[in-house]
């Protein structure tokens, strides 16, 4: 004798096993599109027009009042693999000295380059001493003298 609801479970475990191994897209960040570009004329907008028209940058160049960036990335994640980056797009618009718009470029992830990233820790002298063996290491170090008057 079949149990009726079997095949109905059997059926909701594929269809959730199915569902499980396609890939799933998020957008990070936000990248003005051409049309907004459109509206934008170097020689012309300010800094102030930018920002009126394709909003506030994601970054900005931190010397001299540097140019405005704005960074969109595409994340691809994949059953129980690690997201990998699909799609990146930086536009960079750059200003003059006087703040007026003087270029505005397109980089896509063909144009960009692997920056390794490491992590440099300062180590002390001691090595890995704890605050109590520290703490403990000099009672042996004192004597009587360094506590009277001479």
């Known amino acids: 004798m079949a149990i009726p609801g079997r095949h109905a479970i059997a059926a909701l475990v594929a269809v959730l096993g199915l569902t499980a191994c396609t890939a799933q897209y998020r957008t990070h960040g936000y990248a003005p599109t051409e049309d907004e570009l459109q509206q934008?004329?170097?020689?012309v907008d300010t800094?102030?027009?930018?920002?009126d028209v394709v909003g506030v940058p994601t970054t900005s160049g931190v010397l001299n009042e540097?140019?405005?960036?704005?960074?969109?990335?595409?994340m691809r994640q994949f059953a129980w693999?690690?997201?990998?980056v699909v799609d990146r797009e930086v536009l960079a618009i750059t200003f003059d000295d006087a703040g007026v718009v003087d270029n505005i470029v397109r980089y896509g992830l063909e144009d960009?380059?692997?920056?390794p990233l490491s992590r440099r820790i300062t180590r002390t002298s001691d090595g890995e001493m704890s605050f109590i063996r520290k703490l403990f290491g000099n009672i042996?170090?004192?004597?009587?003298t360094d506590f009277m008057e001479q």
């Open 40 to 43: 934008i004329v170097p020689g």
């Open 66 to 74: 540097g140019g405005f960036y704005y960074i969109e990335t595409e």
């Open 112 to 115: 960009g380059q692997v920056v």
């Open 47 to 51: 800094r102030g027009t930018v920002e």
């Open 140 to 144: 042996g170090s004192l004597s009587l």
């Open 81 to 84: 693999k690690a997201p990998e």
